[in-house]
């Protein structure tokens, strides 16, 4: 095996001549194109330079003989493949053992099929050199024959493209890492050029446009947007028309981004999207990122695209030789490749020819610092043959004769034009995407498995992330995204298992999961993954992270409200029912009081007394239960009076005792700087002792009933406003509790947990029934085993207790007369003979028409009775019409209900007082007197009362 060990080891120094048919022989002489008659130390000193050449371009040659017997290698190649310069027997055999496993079929076929043609190959492919580092080479040869052309072997050069390729593989993982984010996203994203045409999508775009075929070619990408804008349709058209009319505007400079939300209607469903139009430039370009997000049920989605490269290759680098005067001597066939040119077309040229004439310049001045220095790197526009333009990185090695003097350079040159568009690509790429993860409204991260703690890395964190979680990257990966968001070890589990499920492929689309932030909220985010690749091998997970907490609590408190209106609307209507029931009984129960009052004197048998006395007694019951439904229905009349709690709840206790028994405690707790309230004294003695017999049935082994009033905080009311002042009253017990379910009906009327016979279940209805027709509110919690607690809400007032006035029953007959109006035919007779009864002359009417037609015949008219609710006409209306004919006619308003028609107001304005039924003879008698003594300004007015 021949090397050019000859001339190192000091022999006799031998002329050689480079033979035109055997082309690059391993003599370095040789090799370096040396003609014969040169001066051995010249000859070692240009090949010397000539390896230290091809040391710099990561260059090799070689040459085998037909058989493959003789094979040859220079330096250059021996350190590519990682081994001292003759320290290896070389053949084709030690050859194909360095290339790969992989590629070594493939290298053997080309040889084949090189030696079978006679042509001249290039190929890339991988070796694996002694120390087990893996090297990509690109080779070229070109076949040999003799003077016979027959086949005489093969020669070429090979060059070190590891670089390249690392390079290449970076790009690309890039570029799957952007496609993927654009991928996670679940908005239509496209993107256009300056021009307005759609130069990418991502696979949600792809994905709607297969679903609703016929589908664009190419899914729209190279259609106009603008041509699509113009030829909408129907309702959709003018918001086209705006979307276009803007688009021309941002493309324009004029505006830097905008959006629009619109409807869009298809074949099988209607729904509203939202496009957000945003312009960025990349390379001195203007581009436009389109997001079309579907927010019928959720409206903001994510932002990612890239643009998409084909990926890049490296031009095979060239060699060259120039003398002193600037002209080729030597150019390798790649450098000639390259630049379109032959060989012999470059070879005596000038070495600028092929420099574009606007760097010419920065070549002369990297030459002359190559002369000063030894060696200049610099980068330059080439020239093809064609006139194409190109870029270059080139290399000038300075050449000295045996004095040191300049006698020229070697020149190395590469063709970097796909590797400058490379990394402009990755450079738009990393513009866009850094774009894309600063302005998303929703979180955006990447991360990998690591086998240390905290097991997860990430490595993109943008500042939605942070606000979501309260974490900085640096943090979360310190601390650790399971141990903190998933401080609930079942949770962290499941999270766990997900996640690896989803590196194997199971992509996660907006999948809702609890997480705990940074300052303890508990918080709800829908998350959608995709797994890549990586340069390293490794795969890593992009995901997007979208906020839904605001959207569910609104959801529950949507719920919560829809359940309170439902719960609202079922007790209104049993309401009304019961209001009109307890109407018209209550008409049946005036005609019976009124009777038993009249035959009660009467009597002088012991039995028919005894009778009469029962009846009053069952009566009177059914008053008392026709007073729980109209207070239930909020439709009972209230004797409103200004009251203090603490004053209620005192008067209140003494009854209470009896009723609770002695093994029940009472606690009473009493702010004695409350303020008044407006009530009914008799109903707030009432809704006590109703809430009292509840809590005495829940505790029938004993236990303790606390009573508190207090002026109303923040925490009972924070939706009440500032300046409205309130006061509560709490009642609770410890007695058994409630479940959920009957919290849920507590206030229904006829509910109730008791047994048959042991209770009506009308005694907490009364209660929030009374609380609301008083402008209070009642809320109930409580939960088995921990009693319970109501808390009663009324709006305070600043006046003070009126004392109370009692009139005598002696003062109660007149003379006066009295227009008496009422539908029912027995309460109208009843009526009017209590009022014969004391004297008053009484003047009958069935309605409001025979009313009218009555009073302007009547020579004195000092009192109008009359029932509230009437066929044709109120009492109010009709009261309203006498007024205007006889304005000093007093008025005196009954009804068996009259929540309408209590209006306080309503009442105010005509001046009128007011009798429930049913009412005893007494009580009638009563509040006409007192009606007639307000009139003529006798007595002072004061509210009605009610009497049974």
């Known amino acids: 095996m021949s090397t050019d060990r000859t001339a190192r080891a000091g022999a006799p120094p ?7 048919k055997t082309g690059i022989r391993s003599d370095p002489m040789q090799a370096a194109g040396v003609g014969a008659s040169v001066p051995p130390d010249a000859l070692l000193r240009s090949a010397e330079r000539l390896r230290e050449s091809q040391a710099i371009a990561h260059l090799g040659s070689f040459h085998c003989d037909a058989s493959f017997r003789s094979v040859e290698w220079s330096d250059g190649l021996y350190r590519i493949f990682g081994l001292d310069p003759g320290a290896q027997e070389l053949t084709l055999e030690f050859f194909l053992s360095r290339v790969h496993p992989e590629d070594r079929q493939r290298v053997e076929a080309t040889l084949r099929s090189a030696v079978a043609k006679q042509r001249e190959y290039s190929h890339e492919y991988r070796i694996v050199r002694s120390d087990r580092e893996l090297r990509w080479l690109a080779t070229t040869a070109r076949v040999l024959r ?210 574009h004439p606007d760097d010419v310049a920065i070549a002369r001045q990297s030459h002359e610092r190559m002369v000063r220095e030894g060696q200049a790197e610099f980068a330059v526009r080439g020239v093809r043959k064609d006139g ?120 996660i689309r907006a999948e809702e999961w609890p997480i705990t932030a940074k300052n303890g909220e508990q918080r709800t985010i829908a998350i959608s993954t995709s797994v890549i690749g990586t340069a390293e091998g490794e795969p890593a997970v992009v995901g997007i992270m979208h906020d839904t907490t605001e959207r569910r609590r609104a959801e529950e408190e949507r719920k919560r409200l829809e359940l309170h209106l439902q719960q609202a609307q079922r007790l209104e209507s049993i309401g009304r029912l019961a209001g009109g029931v307890a109407h018209d009984f209550n008409n049946l129960l005036t005609v019976i009081f009124g009777h038993c009052a009249l035959l009660r004197p009467r009597c002088a048998d012991a039995a028919d007394c005894g009778s009469i006395d029962e009846i009053r007694q069952a009566a009177e019951q059914a008053a008392a239960l026709t007073r729980q439904l109209l207070a239930f229905g909020r439709q009972s009349f209230l004797s409103m009076e200004v009251i203090n709690p603490n004053d209620g709840v005192r008067r209140a206790v003494k009854l209470l005792r009896r009723i609770i028994g002695e093994d029940i405690a009472l606690e009473v707790q009493l702010d004695r700087d409350v303020s008044n309230i407006r ?92 609380v609301a027709q008083s402008g209070g509110t009642i809320e109930a919690e409580s939960r088995p085993g921990a009693g319970a607690r109501f808390r009663i809400v009324l709006p305070a007032v600043k006046e003070a207790p009126k004392p109370t006035i009692v009139t005598q029953e002696g003062t109660w007959r007149g003379d006066e007369t009295v227009l008496l109006v009422e539908d029912s035919d027995s309460v109208r007779q009843t009526t009017a003979t209590f009022l014969r009864h004391y004297g008053y002359t009484v003047v009958e009417a069935r309605d409001a028409c025979a009313a009218l037609r009555v009073v302007g015949e009547l020579p004195r008219c000092d009192l ?53 039924k049913p009412f005893a003879p007494s009580g009638l008698a009563r509040s006409v007197r007192e009606e007639l003594d307000r009139r003529d300004g006798q007595s002072a007015s004061r509210a009605p009362t009610l009497d049974a």
């Open 146 to 355: 003799d003077e016979h052309e027959q086949f005489a072997g093969l020669e070429g050069t090979c060059q070190d493209i590891t670089e390249r390729k690392r390079s290449e593989q970076t790009v690309e993982a890039a570029e799957q890492l952007a496609r993927a984010t654009l991928d996670a996203f679940a908005a239509h994203i496209c993107v256009l050029d300056s021009n307005g045409v759609i130069r990418a999508v991502n696979r949600a775009w792809r994905e709607y446009a297969d679903a609703h075929p016929p589908v664009t070619p190419g899914y729209g990408v190279g259609c106009s947007y603008f041509d699509s804008c113009e030829s909408a349709e129907g309702p959709e058209s003018s918001d086209a028309a705006a979307v276009s009319r803007q688009l021309r505007r941002l493309l324009g400079g004029e505006i830097e981004h905008f959006e629009v939300e619109y409807a869009c209607s298809d074949s099988e469903r209607e729904g509203w999207y939202i496009a957000r139009f945003n312009r960025f430039h990349a390379a001195g370009s203007a581009y436009v990122l389109v997001f079309h997000e579907d927010v019928t049920e959720q409206r903001l989605a994510e932002k990612w695209l890239r643009e998409q490269h084909s990926a890049l290759t490296s031009a095979m680098p060239g060699v060259s030789r120039v003398d002193a005067a600037g002209k080729y001597e030597f150019v390798s066939a790649g450098y000639a490749q390259i630049t379109g040119y032959t060989v012999d077309e470059m070879v005596g040229k000038d070495w600028t020819r092929n420099i």
């Open 864 to 916: 109008l009775l009359t029932d509230m609710v009437m066929p044709g006409m109120s009492g109010y209306e009709l009261a309203a019409a006498i007024r205007a004919v006889r304005s000093d006619i007093g008025v005196l308003l009954m009804s068996g209900y009259s929540r309408d028609a209590l209006d306080s107001e309503s009442l105010s304005g005509i001046r009128a007082g007011f009798i429930s």
């Open 679 to 770: 009530f009914d004294p008799t109903q707030f003695t009432q809704l006590l002792m109703n809430l009292a017999v509840n809590s005495r049935d829940a505790m029938p082994r004993g236990g303790r009933i606390t009573i508190s009033t207090a002026r109303l905080t923040a925490d009972f009311a924070p939706q009440a406003a500032p300046e409205a002042e309130r006061v509560v009253v709490t009642f609770g017990d410890d007695g058994e509790g409630m479940t959920p379910e009957v919290l849920g009906h507590l206030f229904e009327p006829f509910f109730t947990t008791k047994g048959q016979g042991k209770g009506a279940g009308l005694g907490l209805a009364v209660v929030h029934g009374i």
């Open 14 to 20: 031998q002329e050689h001549t480079l033979s035109a």
């Open 388 to 507: 194409r333009v190109f870029h270059e990185e080139v290399l000038l090695a300075r050449i000295v004769d045996a004095e040191g003097r300049p006698r020229g350079h070697h020149g190395f040159m590469r063709d970097v034009t796909e590797k400058r568009a490379a990394d402009e690509r990755e450079r738009k790429a990393s513009a866009l995407r850094e774009a894309l993860i600063r302005t998303a409204s929703d979180g955006i991260c990447v991360c990998h498995a690591v086998s240390e703690y905290p097991f997860v890395r990430f490595t993109i964190w943008n500042e939605r992330m942070r606000a979501i979680t309260g974490y900085t990257i640096e943090e979360i990966n310190r601390l650790g995204w399971y141990q903190t968001v998933y401080p609930d070890a079942t949770v962290r589990e499941a999270a766990i298992r997900r996640m690896e499920a989803m590196r194997l492929g199971d992509d």
